[in-house]
């Protein structure tokens, strides 16, 4: 059985632990992390700021400005990408701990401006028995806003789609089992 689980690096997106433990007990399940990180700009370096070196104001006469200096970066976009992806990755290795021992999988992170279409993509590649997913469980006018990952994934039909929110999560452990 493939099972594709998705993460976000965040609590609710960690909700989903406790099923893929279920899941990584059936025979021959192999597992596909996958994290999609937004496309980054670079950093600017601590205290710059973009300020004109000199303002010369004569009397009388036209105000002369000094163009700001250009902004130093302590990386560049592709650094700042590179270094992101090495993040998500080892992230998710940090995941595959959380799991039984000796589980089969393979983890992966992009970068990239629409994470559910990168989703359904690699689902398509993958072929997923089912793609396990959390949802943050945002309503009303956050969603129609920013949309939801989860929505879009469910509705492409790529696959099966277990969707946890994290509320279910507290209840079964409140309920007293894990």
């Known amino acids: ?29 192999t597992f596909t992390f996958l994290a999609v990180a937004e496309p980054f700009h670079g950093q600017r370096r601590r205290g710059q700021t973009q300020k004109p070196t000199a303002m010369v104001v004569p009397t009388g006469g036209d105000a002369v400005v ?7 970066f302590i990386e560049t976009k592709d650094q700042a990408i590179i270094r992101e992806l090495a993040e998500l990755e080892e992230y ?7 799991l039984p021992e000796g589980i089969s999988y393979t983890a992966e992170a992009q970068v990239g401006d629409h994470p559910s279409q990168i989703i359904i993509e690699r689902a398509r590649q993958e072929a997923p028995d089912v793609i ?4 943050h469980g945002h309503t009303g006018l956050v969603r129609s806003l ?14 099966p789609v ?4 994290p509320e279910d999560v507290k209840r079964h452990r ?3 089992s894990e």
């Open 1 to 29: 059985m493939k099972i594709m689980a998705t993460f976000d690096r965040s609590t609710c997106g960690e909700a989903i632990l406790p099923v893929l433990r279920q899941v990584a007990a059936l025979p021959d399940v």
């Open 66 to 72: 000094i163009q700001p200096r250009p902004q130093k």
């Open 92 to 98: 998710l290795h940090h995941i595959a701990k959380q």
């Open 132 to 135: 396990v997913m959390a949802t």
């Open 146 to 159: 920013f949309g939801s990952v989860t929505e879009d994934v469910v509705r492409s039909g790529v696959a």
């Open 162 to 165: 277990l969707v946890v929110h």
């Open 174 to 176: 409140a309920a007293g």
